[in-house]
Nanobody
Framework: QVQLVESGGGLVQAGGSLRLSCAAS????????IGWFRQGPGKEREFVVA????????FYADFVRGRFTISRLNAKNTVYLQMNSLKPEDTAVYYC????????????????WGQGTQVTVSS
């Protein structure tokens, strides 16, 4: 199992930016696809974006494409999520997760999860 810890959440005004980090420890980080999910108040957990093992492929949900950018630095066991042009509807707890399957947006396909970091976007 790989252990994941998110950081970088906070309160930001609409139109602002935040960068989330997902730091990993344990098993070899480069063996895993890393995804970001989010869960807003009263909503189900939803897929945001994923990045492949080497970082050469990305897979975005339509509602963040063009605003969010995922990247990874395997040498630092870290994945980043740069979030620009934030909207109030982006308010949620953001989770990073590790899995072994590329191209899936299903939470069940990601085996290891962090504790989440709160992102709040005010209007």
């Amino acid at each position: 199992q790989v252990q994941l810890v998110e950081s970088g959440g906070g309160l930001v005004q609409a139109g602002g930016s935040l960068r989330l980090s997902c730091a990993a420890s344990g098993r070899t980080f480069s063996n895993y696809v890393i995804g970001w999910f989010r869960q807003g108040p009263g909503k189900e957990r939803e897929f945001v974006v994923a990045i492949s093992w080497r970082g050469d492929r990305t897979f975005y949900a339509d509602f963040v494409r063009g605003r969010f950018t995922i990247s990874r630095l395997n040498a630092k066991n870290t994945v980043y999520l740069q979030m620009n042009s934030l909207k109030p509807e982006d308010t949620a707890v953001y989770y990073c997760a590790a899995g072994n399957t590329w191209g899936t947006d299903r939470p069940a396909d990601f085996r290891s999860w962090g504790q989440g970091t709160q992102v709040t976007v005010s209007s």
